[in-house]
C-alpha cells in the first residue's frame, strides 16, 4: 500500500470511528452532562448513565455526596461550598463537572389576587390636546416639543409630583407671558425645554395642551414573599400606561387586597379577564418600588396567606426546571386562592436574566371550563413543580388562552433584591 492509500484509508477508518461514537450511548451522555451545576443545600442533580460510568468527587470537604442509582448518577448539595465531580468511564476521567453548593433558600408562594396603585415619577404625558385660541387650533405642548411617554418632573426647577402641582404654574406663566421650563425625563435622558400656555376662546384658564396623568391602578396575582425580609414579588411583567404602552416609572405606589367579581372567559383572538375590585376596607398590604420586566417589587407591612401552600417551598434555578406536570395558584372566584394543573410544555435554561423563559398549557378541565385558560389578572400566578416554586405565570397565547409564558424564578428574586447566591443583597 502506497502512502497515499495509507493515508485514504486512516482517513475513513477515523471517520468510521467518530461516526460510531457519537452512536456510543456513555459518550452521548458526556456530551449531555453540563460543565457546572448549581445546587440548593438538600437538592440533587440526576445524570443518566450507562453501567460502565462512575463518578467521585475531587476532595471530600462534605460539600457534595454523588452515588449511583439503577442507570443514574446522583449528585447530592450536602452544605455551601464549592467541590469538583469526575466522571470516569472505564476507570478513566472522561468530564469534570464544577458543583457549587448554596445556602437552603426557601420563599412563601402566593397565588392571592392583589389590587395595584402605582403613582408615577412626576407626571405622564399621554396625548396631545389641541386649544381653540383667537389664532386657531394649537397644542402648545407640541410645540414644545413634549411628546407621548414623556415624564414632566420639573416646571420651573421645582419638582413636580402629582397633576394639582402643574396648574398653577400653568396659570402664573400665562398671565405674566413668561414661559415655562420643563424638565422632562425621555426614556434614559432629561430633556430641558420651554413651554408657553395658550388660553382657550371665551376662558380664563391657560393650557400645556397636553393630556397628563399621575397615577395607574389594575389588579394582578401575588407570586412570593420571602418570610423574614418581607420583600415580594408579583405579576411577572413590567406595568405599561394603557394609553402610551410604555413602562410607567414608579415613584411609589401600594398593592391592596382585592376580590374576584366575574370572569371574562378567554376565546382565540380574544385573551379573558378578571375581573376585581379592590377590598372595601382598601387594607394596604404592601408598597411598590420596583416596576420592571419582571413584576412588580417591595416589602409587605404583614405576612399574608393563601389557605394551601402556606409553609416556606424550596425554589428551583432556570436549569433544574423540567417539562412535565406542574400547577399554579391563582384565584377565580372571591379572594380563594386554588390549585389547578398545568403542564410546562418547554423550558430554557438561562445563564442571564430573562422574560418567557417557558412555554405553558394549562390543562386542568374546570379552570379550562371556567376561564378558558389563562385570562388578564392571572399574571404573577406562582408555578408550582415538584414541591418547589419554579415561576410565574406572565402573559397569555392571544390565539390559544390555554398556553401562555412563564418566567423563571430566579429572575423575580432577583429583581426583587434578594440574593440567593449568598452575596450582598442588592437595596429595596
Known sequence: MNRKSFRITTGILLLVSLLALNFYKPFQEFLSVPKHVVLFQGSEETFAVSTPVTATSSKDDGAVSVFKENNSLIVQGERPGSQEVVFELAGLPIKRVGVDVLKDFKVIPGGQSIGVKLNTLGVLVVGYHQVETEKGRVSPGELAGIQVGDI????????????????????????????????????????????????????????????????????????????????????????????????????????????????????????????????????????????????????????????IMDEALPIALS???????????????????????????????????????????????????????????????????????????????????????????EWMLNEAGIDIYQKKEKAS
Open 152 to 307: 414632566i418632573t420639573k416646571i420651573n426647577g421645582e419638582k413636580i409630583e402629582k397633576m394639582s402641582d402643574v396648574a398653577p404654574f400653568v396659570q402664573k406663566a400665562g398671565e405674566s407671558g413668561k414661559p415655562l421650563d420643563l424638565e422632562v425625563k425621555r426614556e434614559k435622558e432629561t430633556i430641558k425645554t420651554q413651554l408657553m400656555p395658550e388660553q382657550s376662546k371665551g376662558e380664563s384658564n391657560y393650557k400645556l395642551g397636553l393630556y397628563i396623568r399621575d397615577s395607574a391602578a389594575g389588579i394582578g396575582t401575588m407570586t412570593f414573599y420571602e418570610p423574614k425580609s418581607k420583600k415580594y414579588g408579583a405579576l411577572g411583567h413590567v406595568i405599561s400606561d394603557m394609553d402610551t404602552k410604555k413602562p410607567i416609572v414608579v415613584e411609589d405606589g401600594q398593592i391592596v387586597r382585592s376580590t374576584v367579581t366575574s370572569i371574562e372567559k378567554g376565546k382565540g383572538g380574544n385573551p379573558g379577564e378578571k375581573h376585581a375590585r379592590f377590598t372595601s376596607e382598601h387594607e394596604v398590604i404592601g408598597d411598590i418600588t420596583r416596576n420592571s420586566p419582571f413584576g412588580i417589587f417591595g416589602k409587605l407591612n404583614t405576612s399574608i396567606e393563601n389557605g
Open 319 to 409: 436549569h433544574q426546571v423540567k417539562e412535565g406536570p406542574a400547577q399554579i395558584l391563582t384565584v377565580v372566584e372571591n379572594d380563594e386562592v386554588e390549585l389547578f394543573d398545568i403542564e410546562i410544555v418547554s423550558t430554557i435554561p438561562q445563564k442571564f436574566p430573562a422574560t418567557k423563559g417557558m412555554v405553558i398549557k394549562v390543562t386542568d378541565q374546570r379552570l379550562l371550563d371556567q376561564t378558558g385558560g389563562i385570562v388578564q389578572g392571572m399574571s404573577g400566578s406562582p408555578i408550582i413543580q415538584n414541591g418547589k416554586l419554579v415561576g410565574a405565570v406572565t402573559h397569555v397565547f392571544v390565539n390559544d388562552p390555554s398556553s401562555g409564558y412563564g418566567v423563571h424564578i
